[in-house]
């Protein structure tokens, strides 16, 4: 079986490189959802996204629509590409519109605020679709990387290995091999977490700190994140993988990662509001540190680095103040692999 129709809801950079993705791998109709009615017209008549791939040749099976329903209409395969925060109110105006098997696939990687709840969890309580119909997409996949067909790799994670792998099948190409895992919680904790873990290593960087500092907030950030995913149920081996170091090292070393960028702007001294204003684009950790703290609360666990980087982002901390602060906990053993259970240090 294979992907006839597909939409993807969102025409940002990585929802239009996705689409471009399952053109490649043979989908023959892929139709993108985009807010600004321009950007949809500039997609279906010229076959570019101006602003945000302005050099990427889109390929003819791509068209683009602003209307929602006219996209999901007749489509087995959904994308859901737009920012975290914004996920539930749009897909509770879709979720009518979308085919009774269709599969859903997640590409976002944060944790709502208020619920605290993962993308999938979002989707099935605003589409009211069960879980194994949700795939995530999650990986070491920059969007700009990936339209410069610059090989990589991909996880796609469902409890459904039939619907897995069908999306395995929809976009692997020359350029991306996606592998499949069972793991949804590890996979979309991994890509949620990621993104604060950068802002602190952009912070770093801007303060001038080398390769020492970036590989302990690396290697410390997946420790954190591990001992989240110990205690919400994830395979801990998913942390070691493409879902978790993968991406974990290729946001924080990439300058084309806006998570790492935002992170550099307020290493800068810039406030929050000036370090929006310099980054059009969504950079999901800096609202999704304040969710993954109070979930990691909510479960017993302690996440230094995220906490800081909530401080820094949404309490006016310093960043030199919030590095300080995490050299001074109280010494500890390393204990790499630790259980989730018992002290969630
Ligand atoms: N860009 C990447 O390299 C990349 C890679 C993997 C995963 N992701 C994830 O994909 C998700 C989408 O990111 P992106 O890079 O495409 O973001 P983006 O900032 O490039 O684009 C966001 C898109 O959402 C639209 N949008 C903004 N507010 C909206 C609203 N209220 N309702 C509907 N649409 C709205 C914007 O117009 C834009 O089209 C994020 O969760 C991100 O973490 C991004
Ligand atoms: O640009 P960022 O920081 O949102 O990261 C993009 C992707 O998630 C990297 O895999």
């Given at each position: ?37 321009d ?21 003819p ?10 996209a999901?209409?007749?489509?087995d395969?959904v ?9 539930r ?40 679709v ?5 795939a ?43 592998y ?14 990621k ?28 420790a ?101 602060a ?20």
């Amino acid at each position: 079986m294979s992907i006839r129709r597909a939409a993807v809801l969102g025409a940002g950079s990585w929802g239009t490189v996705f689409a471009k993705l399952l053109a490649d791998a043979g989908t023959p109709e892929v139709t993108v959802w985009a807010r600004r009615p321009d950007v949809a017209e500039a997609i279906r008549e010229r076959h570019v996204n101006p602003d945000y791939l302005p050099n990427t040749w889109l390929p003819p099976a791509v068209t683009a629509t602003g209307d929602a329903a006219e996209a999901i209409d007749g489509a087995d395969l959904v994308v859901l590409a737009v920012p975290s925060q914004t996920l539930r109110d749009n897909l509770g105006a879709w979720a009518g519109t979308i085919g009774s098997d269709a599969t859903l696939v997640s590409l976002m990687k944060g944790i709502e605020l208020g619920t605290l709840k993962r993308m999938s969890e979002v989707i099935v309580d605003s589409a009211g679709v069960e879980p194994d119909r949700i795939a995530v997409v999650t990986g070491p996949n920059l969007a700009p990387e990936i339209a410069a067909e610059q090989p990589a790799a991909t996880v796609v994670a469902c409890t459904d290995i039939r619907r897995a792998e069908l999306v395995q099948r929809a976009i692997s190409t020359r350029y991306l091999r996606p592998y499949t895992n069972d793991d949804v919680i590890g996979c979309e904790l991994g890509g949620a977490v990621k993104n604060a873990i950068a802002l602190a290593y952009g912070m770093a960087s801007a303060l001038g700190f080398g390769d020492n500092t970036r590989a302990t907030l690396i290697t410390r950030g997946l420790a954190e994140t591990t001992r989240l995913g110990g205690a919400l149920g994830a395979n801990l081996m998913t942390f070691a993988g493409l879902a978790g170091l993968g991406d974990l090292v290729a946001t924080c070393s990439s300058p084309l990662s806006r998570n790492r960028t935002f992170g550099e702007h307020l290493g800068r001294g810039e406030t929050l509001e000036q370090a929006q204003a310099a980054t059009r684009q969504t950079a999901e950790g800096v609202k999704s540190c304040l969710s993954i703290r109070d979930l990691a609360h909510s479960v017993g666990v302690e996440m230094p680095i995220t906490e800081q980087v909530e401080l820094v982002c949404h309490e006016g901390v310093d960043p030199l103040k919030a590095l300080a602060a995490l050299m001074a906990r109280e010494t500890k053993p390393e204990r790499p692999g630790v259980p989730s259970t018992g002290e969630h240090q």
